[in-house]
């Protein structure tokens, strides 16, 4: 009763004052600690089982095992814990106790270990081959975890909906979206496929890997208990895959039905009102995170800070960074995004440095954040630094973006022999986009014989985007060269490209243009 109110210490008060205690009663007190956290005082108490002469049950010790596979600086203990049980044959061997022990090692990334842990049972049940298939997935061992579905049934143990979820995250990989449907098939045979949780999970696969999103919305039209998990699971695949005016409909729609939103739900309608650069629906969605008392969520408020400074209002962005009371690396990135994107460099290496000053560490996105601000401004002298400084700092690996950012912001400037000098001397190949950037900054500065030794190496690294034969296109057109113009033009033609045009989106009142 004590340890269900988390009154830790009137059941320890109990314990000691008990003048019988039988294994239940340590039981029931190593149970109490374990459930409120106290772990540490769990582990002294199991010591004093074995003091007295008492054997813990194998109930037990699974409870203590999955702690340890939680908590990073416990898993000494757990393996100690292992070995106990194969020195101590006093301990039954439990298929319970097994499935922890599997459990544990393959949150310890020993994946040998969980191996020879699952073949070693003599009893293996349907959490034990779930809990098996779950780590081969965690492990990205796809073809281990579907042989391990087919030999379960093998030997006649049948998958529950708890296995065809976990094997549901395998299929959205390419070249398993056959399995994923034949999941989907058992699952209606079984009859568990109305299960909320199982229609989320298959609404994700079928998201994710490419299918049309006619799939997820039949199974989504045809589930009869829509919780908040399957509204959000349709409503972010629909902005994930661009379509945002879809997911702002269903958003309305799931407000109309008196589904309350939670924060899963408000990161994907936010994420579509940034797609289409819609102020107005963002304000509006502003408002209902401010009445659902989302607005101390930190990853809601990095969203709007996101939203508002690609909608193009700066100052939304900077009064949402205000308010919030607990700010991560995230949210001083998103701001110094947010100064990059509309051109004011100083403002944002100002904040970056306020960032390093209040003992906020930056990481690889903050200085990406950093190097475009950089690059939008024109602040050469201050990129060069901040990236020689991470590079020979060496605690935030740089990336290709990294390399491409400097790449352009120092061939925007001119300064193209630098910029090639980065190209030879940088630890990774190149990316389409640096050879672009390069390929730009030569036609901005006229520097045609260089653009005529990168053509070839653009063309390559992009063989089929448009855009690099009409950058190349533009070139020869400028500086005269007729006939080269002519050879991109029929090379085009022989690949069947085809030039995609912009397009811009006003807003203005009630109207969008």
Not at 393 to 417: F, N, Q, W
């Amino acid at each position: 009763m004590y340890a269900k109110f988390s009154d830790v210490e009137s059941a320890r008060q109990v314990f000691d004052t008990s003048s019988h205690r039988d294994p239940i009663t340590w039981n029931s007190l190593i149970n109490c600690y374990l459930q409120n956290g106290c772990f540490e005082e769990a582990l002294e108490v199991l010591k004093d089982v074995y003091f007295h002469g008492l054997v813990p049950k194998p109930e037990l010790l699974a409870s203590v095992v999955s702690v340890c596979g939680r908590k990073i600086g416990s898993r000494r203990i757990g393996r100690q814990i292992h070995a106990l049980v194969v020195v101590d044959e006093r301990i039954g061997h439990s298929v319970f106790l097994s499935t922890a022990f599997l459990d544990f090692y393959f949150r310890c990334d020993d994946y040998l270990m969980a191996l020879r842990v699952f073949d070693g049972m003599e009893v293996k049940n349907e959490v034990s081959w779930t809990a098996m298939i779950s780590g081969c997935i965690a492990n990205r061992d796809y073809d281990e975890a579907f042989a391990c579905f087919r030999a379960m049934q093998a030997e006649g143990v049948f998958p529950n909906r708890v296995t065809s979820i976990a094997l549901l995250q395998a299929c959205a990989e390419p070249g398993f979206v056959k399995h994923g449907k034949e999941i989907h098939g058992y699952a209606f045979r079984r009859g568990f496929e109305s299960c909320s949780t199982f229609s989320s999970a298959l609404i994700n696969m079928y998201c994710h890997c490419g299918e049309s999103l006619h799939l997820a919305e039949l199974i989504f039209e045809g589930s009869c208990c829509r919780d908040v998990v399957l509204w959000s699971s349709v409503i972010g695949s629909y902005s994930r895959r661009g379509d945002s005016h879809r997911a702002l409909e269903l958003f309305n729609k799931m407000r109309s039905e008196e589904t309350e939103p939670n924060h899963v739900t408000l990161l994907a309608v936010i994420s579509a009102c940034t797609n289409i650069s819609s102020l107005k629906c963002g304000c509006g969605l502003h408002g209902h995170v401010f009445k659902c008392g989302f607005s101390f969520s930190i990853s809601v408020g990095n969203a709007l800070i996101n939203m508002y400074a690609k909608c193009g209002c700066l100052d939304g962005s900077r009064k949402i960074f205000l308010e919030m009371w607990n700010r991560d690396s995230v949210t001083w990135s998103s701001l110094i995004n947010a100064y990059g994107l509309h051109g004011c460099g100083k403002q944002a290496l100002q904040l970056f440095y306020e960032m390093r000053e209040r003992g906020v560490k930056p990481d690889a996105i903050t200085i990406l954040a950093v190097l475009s601000a950089c690059n939008h401004a024109g602040l050469v002298a201050e990129g060069q630094q901040i990236f020689k400084q991470v590079n020979a700092d060496s605690k935030i690996p740089l990336t290709i973006e990294h390399y491409a950012c400097l790449v352009d912001l120092l061939g925007r400037s001119g300064k193209l022999e630098d910029a090639l000098e980065i190209l030879r001397t940088m630890p990774m190949k190149p990316s389409a986009r640096v050879w672009s950037s390069l390929v730009s900054a030569c036609k901005l500065h006229g520097r045609l014989d260089i653009a005529e030794m990168l053509a070839p190496h653009l063309i390559r690294s992009e063989p089929n985007n448009t855009g690099n034969y009409t950058l190349l296109n533009m070139i020869y057109a400028e500086h005269g060269h007729w006939l080269d113009t002519e050879q991109v033009r029929k090379a085009m033609k022989l690949q069947r490209l085809m030039k995609c045009y912009g397009f811009s989106r006003i807003e203005a009142g009630d109207e969008s243009f």
